[in-house]
């Protein structure tokens, strides 16, 4: 099994930037891609970024120039950077890695999610 705990949400005005980190652990071969999602109340989740092992990375054109997803591969962590966040970016943020553990089983994992609460 593969574990991820995620950190660094809480509650910002407009305008504002929070951090936010996402740690893996178990016993990992390697995560091919790490990425954030989040849910707004009443609505789906939905895709927020994502980076590969490589580090090519894809973002939903809502957060284009806003946030920045990185990660340390050596860490086993991903982190998101959200500058000039607007009150729409209030949501749960969950954290979600793909890769292989063990004697090369493949997992999916999904953290237990971070309230962030963009508001005046």
């Known amino acids: 099994q593969v574990q991820l705990v995620e950190s660094g949400g809480g509650l910002v005005q407009p305008g504002g930037s929070l951090r936010l980190s996402c740690a893996a652990s178990g016993n990992i071969i390697i995560i091919n891609a790490m990425g954030w999602y989040r849910q707004a109340p009443g609505k789906e989740r939905e895709l927020v970024a994502t980076?590969?092992?490589?580090?090519?990375?894809n973002y939903a054109d809502s957060v284009k120039g806003r946030f920045t997803i990185s990660r340390d591969n050596a860490k086993n962590t991903v982190y998101l950077q959200m500058n000039s966040l607007k009150p729409e970016d209030t949501a749960v943020y969950y954290c979600?890695?793909?890769?292989?553990?063990?004697?090369?089983?493949?997992?999916?994992?999904w953290g237990q999610g971070t309230q962030v609460t963009v508001s005046s």
């Open positions: 980076i590969r092992s490589g580090g090519n990375t």
């Open positions: 979600n890695a793909r890769g292989y553990y063990g004697a090369g089983l493949q997992f999916g994992s």
